[in-house]
């Protein structure tokens, strides 16, 4: 079936309810499999190729079960052809509504440069009507609005953050909060979710209450107690708890196998944030490429980072550059602190910025590389505080100097993209096009640098959130 219609649509007007079931479960085991295709085999490109051709088969499938649901639902729209439309029963429409939807958001978040090779094998994203059909899907009260449930909570609350430059939807994510903790008013999922919500919300005490609620619950899934270490940490990592954070960083490294190099960094930078001291980071650092992970044939940008790091720590005599307050920056953490946090962030990068100028010989072989990052992330912080003209100086000033920079290259696309983000801010959009554009194209002037992905996601979500010129 799937080759005929590869090359010919398929005749929507012989659709079953049983066809239709059975396709969509087909759709749903055929991306289970494409994920552990991916997973049971990593190194291999030949594994890497089967799961692609496996999620485009899937995507095909949702694609045709939409197209046969909105060919009926226009039939019985119509009066002459309303007695012979097919009616999907409940589950079925909302199923194929959800996974449809899914696809077309999971895909509308991709960078232009990838999503153009998706589109030339038949792969599309739309944002909005993914968005609407996965909220629907929701709202049916079918088997699979649970999923939908989590599915939207973990894009409004989780990814948003990390790669969308826009606000969340304090609608959608408070109507599904609302119903689902009214329904299971113990549920760990949702309690969770309430945290994460709390989070974005700059209600950090209230975010650790609500996880603490969900590690004290009696569950037999473990992983569920290590994303409660993960939130608690960066929570008291916002509060500038350094210590708590790195206890729970510890706990990450010593317990889940997630990333132990991430969280041995993680560590780390925490440890030295509490106490520059202590005894046990220089055997940490040795430790942290020891544990470097392999997916989808490739190693982890976020852990390359960590290990050049460590390593940094070692060859600099255990000296990094506030290295609790740039993970702060590179997980986007900085805009959901409190106004009291934020202002003693300022006063921790200007004494560190006054030292880099006064302290001969400064601690690291790199000082104008921690100059550039305390310039950056204190624009950030400037900027947050509303002190915009502040923050574009600090900017201006520190990309005088981008050509000096020795081993951090990836500070300069980043400063460019944040120099970017001030100007729509200030609705110059003719002058933040060229700095996304810069930050877009940076890795032709270098071979490759740190946390390329992460950023190139940014840019885009704010690019497409700007009026076309």
Known sequence: NYLISYVKNRDFTKFTEKAGHAELL????LLVRAVLTFAEDSDSLVSFVKGAFKIKNCHSLYKELY????????????PTTASSAFIFSKELAGGIKMGWGAFLLALSLLPPKILRLLEFAGLTGEKELGLSLVVEAE?????????????????????????????????IVDSILERYLTRYPGSVTFTFFSGRRCVINKDIHSALQHFDTCEA????????????YWERMWCFAMLLQWGEAAKLAQKLYKESKWSRTLFGYQY??????????????????????????RIGGKHLHIEKFAIRKARSYLTNDGFLCLPGVELL???????LMGTEEKEKLVGMLESCLEEIEHVKPYHSQHPIDDWFLCNLILAVVNAELGDVDHALSLLRTA????DNIEVDHFYIPYAHFELGQ?????????????????????????????LENRLLFRIHSAMSSMPQS
């Open 26 to 29: 087909y759709a749903e085991l």
């Open 329 to 335: 920056y590179i997980w986007r953490f900085i805009p």
């Open 422 to 450: 001030l100007y729509v801010k200030k609705g110059d959009f003719d002058q933040a096009r060229p700095h996304f554009r810069y930050a877009k194209e940076f890795s032709g002037k270098v071979k490759s640098y740190s």
């Open 67 to 78: 197209a046969s649901l909105s060919y009926q639902e226009a039939l019985r729209t119509n």
């Open 139 to 171: 709202k049916m009260d079918i088997l699979r609005s649970f999923a939908a449930a989590q599915g939207l909570l973990n894009y409004e609350t989780v990814v948003l953050q990390f790669i969308k430059s826009e606000e969340y939807s304090s609608e």
């Open 217 to 228: 619950s009696p569950i037999d899934w473990v992983q569920v107690y290590h994303l409660c």
């Open 268 to 293: 780390l930078a925490f440890r030295f944030m509490a106490d520059e001291e202590a005894e046990d980071l220089e055997e940490m650092a040795q430790a942290v490429p020891k544990y470097q992970l």
């Open 399 to 402: 990309l005088q100097s981008e």
